[in-house]
């Protein structure tokens, strides 16, 4: 596993999936979100067609506001114009909820929030 080390993002390939750890803890400012977007897109430019999914690991990430989900946006945008799929994983209970809210869970692969449609009867 390969990993860098950046201001605001952890960096590391699992076989093809680029795992990308979201270090900052309040994702509020708009200089803060456009930083991480584009040390994201950075990364995925690096790794190349090496890459077929995105990993966001949102683990320390305790706040994000309008300007960290439009990032995230732009983002998976791009990654999936390049046939990739982007997932978010690990959210705290408040950025889980901020996802569910902006019905952003439905857009991107949220594999630990749970739907009431999904439930089978």
Same mark, same amino acid.
């Given at each position: 596993m390969a990993t860098e080390l950046? !201001?605001?993002v952890e960096?590391? /390939?699992l076989g093809s999936q680029l795992v990308a750890k979201l270090m900052d803890a309040r994702i509020v400012s708009g200089r803060v979100a456009t930083q991480i977007r584009e040390r994201l897109t950075t990364a995925l430019d690096r790794q190349g067609s090496a890459v077929?999914? $995105?990993r966001i690991d949102l683990a320390c990430v305790e706040?994000? %506001?309008s300007a %960290?989900?439009?990032e995230l946006i732009g983002f998976r945008t791009r990654a999936r114009g390049q046939g990739m799929t982007v997932e978010l /994983? !690990?959210?705290q209970p408040q950025v889980r909820e901020v996802l569910i809210m902006t019905r952003l869970d439905r857009v991107f !692969? $949220?594999?630990d929030v749970f739907h009431e449609e999904?439930? /089978?009867s």
């Open positions: 950046s !201001d605001r960096f590391s /390939t077929r999914s $995105v706040m994000i %506001g %960290g989900l439009n /994983t !690990d959210a !692969d $949220v594999p999904d439930q /089978t």
